[in-house]
Structure formats: C-alpha cells, structure tokens
C-alpha cells in the first residue's frame, strides 16, 4: 500500500502562484495531478513519469509545471497565473505495481 499526501494548497488572488506537494510513502512510477472543481468531473492536470517525461492538459500549459524527486518520493505542482476557473480540489495520484494510488486532496481557491 502507498499513502499519498498533498500539501500547499489555499486562497490566492488571480495571477499569483501556489507551489503543490506530494509525498508518497514509498517509490511509486507515473506520478500526476487531477483536479476537480463543484458539479464538475474531475480532470488531468499533469503526470510525469520516474524519468521526468511530462504531460499537461492544455488549460494549463504553460503555466504549472509538474517535477518529482525520486530520492524524496515527492511529486509537486507549481502552479504560475493563475485564474478563477483553477478553483478545485486538487488531488496527488500514483501508479505502482499495477494500482492507483489518491491522495485525500487539497484545496486550490482563486479569487478574482
């Protein structure tokens, strides 16, 4: 089993920044972020794999960048410009030994 908790999300006016955290409690493979916003689906943000190749949603290319530190088993998100509609809950997500792994999530609040 891998545990998965996310920290650094809160209240940010639009255009600033939140740096997001995930440690896991072991070595994990493609590690990523989803996000999920009241009375919608929850979306893919961004993954990156052990060997740091990354994919984002188009929404927010350009502004968040995904990296990990794989002696530290920590992902994280850093989050640039952001706008009202990247209000969300926003949760960690692992891949290992053919599971899938979620943090509890944390809240992401941007205020015009």
């Known amino acids: 089993q891998v545990q998965l908790v996310e920290s650094g999300g809160g209240l940010v006016q639009a255009g600033g920044s939140l740096r997001l955290s995930c440690v896991a409690s072991?070595?994990?493979?493609?590690m990523g972020w989803f996000r999920q916003a009241p009375g919608k689906r929850r979306e893919l943000v961004a993954t990156i794999t052990r060997e740091s190749a990354t994919n984002y949603a188009d929404s927010v290319k350009g502004r968040f960048t995904i990296s990990r530190d794989n002696a530290k088993n920590t992902v994280y998100l850093q989050m640039n410009s952001l706008k009202p509609e990247d209000t969300a809950v926003y949760y960690c997500?692992?891949?290992?030994?053919?599971?899938?792994?979620w943090g509890q999530g944390t809240q992401v609040t941007v205020s015009s």
């Open positions: 072991g070595s994990v493979d493609v």
């Open positions: 997500n692992a891949n290992y030994n053919w599971r899938i792994y």
